[in-house]
T-cell receptor
Framework: GAVVSQHPSWVICKSGTSVKIECRSL??????MFWYRQFPKQSLMLMAT?????????EQGVEKDKFLINHASLTLSTLTVTSAHPEDSSFYIC???????????????FGDGTRLSIL | KNQVEQSPQSLIILEGKNCTLQ??????????LRWYKQDTGRGPVSLTI?????NTKSNGRYTATLDADTKQSSLHITASQLSDSASYIC?????????????FGAGTRLAVHP
């Protein structure tokens, strides 16, 4: 079945560091990828929607200069947390869907997440 | 406001027993409803996807139901196993502005004990 690979799975770094997280769709082309953030015992919160070859659409309250998203190909999207601080520590999960946003009944496949810890 | 509410918040059952998780939603216009299983420290894995016209859908020991009139869904787990311990998330897809957006519930944390 469809697989979404996320890397790295765990990052610990100092405050002020920029961290890049990769999300790859391994056996299908994902026109649309999504980035979520999840705090302990809470559900996933959508941060941004990424379309291949165009600028990402950010949810209200998400700083686009803080969370840089690049969707350069149909199989790769990256999220860069710039100048990370302890409050950015969280579980970041990407998701990919075959086809575009209008294909609403297509399954959405999730990566295994990246646990980011900022000291 | 589009919302998805799940109950109970957490549940403990003994191995081999059945259980039912509930999901109520106020999402409009409705596109589809999904149930996901999320193991601790992992990403969600899809269990079922149901559209408006589907009342029930099974995936092994998991059976989901949907009542689009009352805007309720349930996930029934039969003969639970220790590996069923996870969070179960109800997600409703809303069609807004020509696109579909997923609305996530907070999840039900299930613990299966031997």
């Amino acid at each position: 079945g469809a697989v979404v690979s996320q890397h790295p799975s765990w990052v610990i770094c100092k405050s002020g560091t920029s961290v890049k997280i990769e999300c790859r769709s391994l056996d299908f082309q994902a026109t649309t990828m999504f980035w979520y953030r999840q705090f302990p015992k809470q559900s996933l919160m959508l941060m941004a929607t990424s379309n291949e070859g165009s600028k990402a659409t950010y949810e209200q309250g998400v700083e686009k200069d803080k969370f840089l998203i690049n969707h350069a190909s149909l199989t790769l999207s990256t999220l860069t947390v710039t100048s990370a601080h302890p409050e950015d520590s969280s579980f970041y999960i990407c998701s990919a869907r075959l086809g575009g946003l209008k294909l609403g009944n297509q399954p959405q496949h999730f990566g295994d997440g990246t646990r980011l810890s900022i000291l | 406001k589009n919302q998805v509410e799940q109950s109970p918040q957490s549940l403990i059952i003994l191995e081999g027993k059945n259980c039912t998780l509930q999901c109520n939603y106020t999402v409009s216009p409705f596109s589809n409803l999904r149930w996901y299983k999320q193991d601790t420290g992992r990403g969600p894995v899809s269990l079922t996807i149901m559209t408006f016209s589907e009342n029930t859908k099974s995936n092994g020991r998991y059976t989901a139901t949907l009542d689009a009139d009352t805007k309720q869904s349930s996930l029934h787990i039969t003969a639970s196993q220790l590996s069923d311990s996870a969070s179960y998330i109800c997600v409703v897809s809303a069609r807004t502005g020509g696109y579909n957006k997923l609305i996530f519930g907070a999840g039900t944390r299930l613990a299966v004990h031997p």
